[in-house]
């Protein structure tokens, strides 16, 4: 792949509660290659946000703080950065799509005006030139009737049509790394479908990179060219896209392949049993094993906590944070589904 446009190594991010110490991101390390989509997925508090938002040095310092690791982007580590050159650097070489566009958006500001402040704010240009701008990726976004669209104010606009806007926020100025977190939550499936399109498209045109934020397996299989599985804080399996969904490697990403509907929609789907561990209290050895089919009568799995080791041969490098990842090397079934371990101790 050659030297990635994004190299995050071993970043430990944590919040302050009443409770306690958080750590929302626990030792997590991948990289993002120029021109790659890079899929991040797991389940709600996972850390998938919060990795970004470190990234980014959007964390809140009042309560949290990234505490270990580096994040070279482009041989510059955006944690040590000075404020000023960081944000010279977002919105301009990189972007971020928010999850909810109506909340990112400012109320009593006309669309035109913020898309525009993206770029007067970078780059030298007039207030004209800059709504030209506007209008053109306004209109490369799929807005209709631009001209009058450009004044009208985010409340006029439907959810499918902020995001729109939110993709053209950030491609402004054609960075080189764009994030997506979450980008078609409470969005239609035909909404979806255009927005998922749009970024491919801009992707494509653009050369830029994308770290595309989700919980949805199918955008990942669709869009993604290797991914990066989280849970509880932790990197527990990364691959390319299609081995890691062929083949995949840890018990938690197989529970959820698992839960993805056929094509009949009929059958009953597994569900991964439990809940997600609090941050507060994590078990010992590794974090999954009270969830875990593979884990029962072991002691490793109680007691030793895994590490990401590389595994197998693929032309992507893959690792897995599973004892018993080995186990796991079997196609899915007739039906698309991993298989169901055993459960016996060695």
């Not at 301009?92 to 898309?115: C, H, K, M, W, Y």
């Not at 709504?131 to 450009?150: S, T």
């Not at 890691?244 to 197989?254: I, L, M, N, Q, S």
């Amino acid at each position: 792949m050659g030297e990635p446009l994004l190299s995050v190594e071993d970043l430990v991010t944590e919040f302050h509660t009443p409770d306690g110490v958080v750590r929302a991101v626990d030792h997590v390390s991948f990289d993002v290659g120029h021109g790659e989509i890079v899929g991040v997925v797991g389940e709600s508090g996972s850390g998938k946000s919060v990795t970004a938002m470190s990234v980014l040095g959007l964390i809140p310092p009042r309560t949290g703080q990234v505490v270990q690791g580096r994040a070279l982007f482009d041989g510059r580590d955006l944690l040590t950065m000075p404020p000023e050159e960081l944000r010279g650097l977002r919105g301009n070489e990189l972007a971020l799509i928010f999850q909810d566009p109506i909340t990112s958006l400012n109320p009593v500001l006309t669309v035109g005006r913020q898309i525009a402040e993206a770029i007067l704010t970078h780059r030298d240009v007039t207030n004209d030139e800059a709504r030209a701008e506007v209008v053109g990726l306004l209109r490369a976004v799929g807005v209709d009737d631009v001209e009058r669209r450009v004044d009208q104010y985010p409340h006029e606009f439907s959810g499918g049509m902020r995001q729109r806007v939110m993709i053209a926020m950030a491609i402004a100025n054609r960075p080189q790394l764009l994030i997506a977190d979450e980008p078609t939550t409470a969005l239609d499936v035909t909404v979806q479908a255009q927005v998922l399109e749009l970024l491919t498209r801009t992707q494509q045109e653009m050369g830029s990179s994308i770290i595309l934020i989700t919980h949805d397996l199918g955008i990942i299989a669709e869009m993604a060219d290797r991914v990066v599985v989280m849970y509880a804080g932790r990197v527990v399996e990364t691959g390319g896209v299609h081995d890691v969904f062929r083949e995949p490697r840890h018990p938690y990403t197989r529970g959820l392949l698992a839960s993805r509907p056929g094509l009949a929609g009929s059958e009953e789907l597994p569900a991964i049993p439990g809940q997600a561990p609090s941050l507060l209290a994590l078990p010992t050895g590794c974090t999954f094993h009270p969830r875990c089919d593979q884990s029962h009568g072991r002691a490793p799995c109680r007691e030793e906590e895994p590490v990401l080791l590389p595994i197998g041969t693929e032309a992507i490098e893959r690792g897995s944070r599973c004892h018993y990842h080995d186990e796991l090397a079997k196609g899915p079934d007739d039906d698309g589904h991993p298989p169901a371990g055993n459960g016996e101790d060695r």
